[in-house]
């Protein structure tokens, strides 16, 4: 929670910006190293369910401000190349 509430406090910036692109791909090492191989695909996923799961949209959200769970994925699917 704390990369993404991290990554929420760059909301001012674009999503594609340097230092915002720098905290997703710091998140999909974080999520490779402690919990699951990670790959872009995968990170998708998660990006997708950010906002689509209720419950996970709003424990984002309240870990960095209201949009951070949107911009997240934004971000995601920047990294990602969608």
Do not use: W
């Not at 790959?39 to 997708?48: A, F, H, I, N, T």
């Not at 689509?52 to 990602?80: L, P």
């Amino acid at each position: 929670m704390a990369l993404l509430a991290e990554t929420g406090a760059l909301r001012p910036l674009r999503p594609e910006s340097e230092a915002v692109q720098q905290k997703i791909a710091a998140l999909q090492a974080f999520i490779s190293e402690h919990y699951y191989p990670c790959s872009k695909e995968v990170l998708s996923g998660l990006g997708e369910m950010y906002v689509c799961d209720e419950r996970m949209q709003e424990n984002i959200d309240r870990a960095g401000g209201e949009g951070t769970a949107a911009f997240v994925r934004e971000a995601i699917m920047v990294f990602c190349g969608r």
